[in-house]
Antibody, heavy 115, light 108 residues
Framework: QVQLVESGGGVVQPGRSLRLSCAASGFIFSNYGMHWVRQAPGKGPEWVAFIWSDATDYVDSVKGRFTISRDNFKNTLYLQMNSLRAEDTAVYYC??????????WGQGTTVTVSS | EIVLTQSPGTLSLSPGERATLSCRASQSVSSSYLAWYQQKPGQAPRLLIYGASSRATGIPDRFSGSGSGTDFTLTISRLEPEDFAVYYCQQFGSSPPWTFGQGTNVEI
């Protein structure tokens, strides 16, 4: 069945880096735009980044620090997070994004930025 | 950036009652690009409605969406026990960021 599985979360000190991965299965990965969405504790979801073919977009708060990428041969989405801040602490979800919606979500991976 | 404001913040209802949730945008959003999600504690959001009024795969017909321009509504015709959750709207306007509303908590 269609599935997304995130990994790579953990506890990291401010200023350090982390790379998240999202393994996709059950659909033709290369045919879809893909997103990262995060949710801070007790807050609503926040859209973070998007990739479709060679095009990428980011929310302003992560521009210059985060990089979204994909490997269509490995059916995997990535989020490289550098210069992490306390406010980046959240559950990070990858999601499949046909036009105008996020129709499949992973279970999420938790990132905690703390000294 | 398009800001989505959801109301009410909390809706206290009983099973069998009708729930009406509002999502208001700070500028016009194409109906094709307004979605609703349901989230239960400890779970990822689940797509309910896209294109303002189209139900996602497997979503019961007690869920319906409507609206255009800056005002959108999610209606749950008869609440089932499993419908008590937080609901978010999201817009996919002409350019990012593709923002979410702050959510409506539907509680018993």
């Amino acid at each position: 069945q269609v599935q997304l599985v995130e990994s790579g979360g953990g506890v990291v000190q401010p200023g350090r880096s982390l790379r998240l991965s999202c393994a996709a299965s059950g659909f033709i990965f290369s045919n879809y735009g893909m997103h990262w969405v995060r949710q801070a504790p007790g807050k609503g979801p926040e859209w973070v980044a998007f990739i479709w073919s060679d095009a990428t977009d980011y929310v302003d708060s992560v521009k210059g620090r985060f990089t979204i990428s994909r490997d269509n041969f490995k059916n995997t989405l990535y989020l490289q997070m550098n210069s992490l801040r306390a406010e980046d602490t959240a559950v990070y979800y990858c999601a499949r994004g046909p036009t105008g919606r996020l129709d499949v979500w992973g279970q999420g991976t938790t990132v905690t930025v703390s000294s | 950036e398009i800001v989505l404001t959801q109301s009410p913040g909390t809706l206290s209802l009983s099973p069998g009652e009708r729930a009406t949730l509002s999502c208001r945008a700070s500028q016009s959003v194409s109906s094709s690009y307004l979605a609703w999600y349901q989230q239960k504690p400890g779970q990822a959001p689940r797509l309910l409605i896209y294109g303002a009024s189209s139900r996602a795969t497997g979503i019961p017909d007690r869920f319906s969406g409507s609206g255009s321009g800056t005002d959108f509504t999610l209606t749950i015709s008869r609440l089932e026990p499993e419908d008590f959750a937080v609901y978010y709207c999201q817009q996919f306007g002409s350019s990012p960021p593709w923002t979410f509303g702050q959510g409506t908590n539907v509680e018993i």
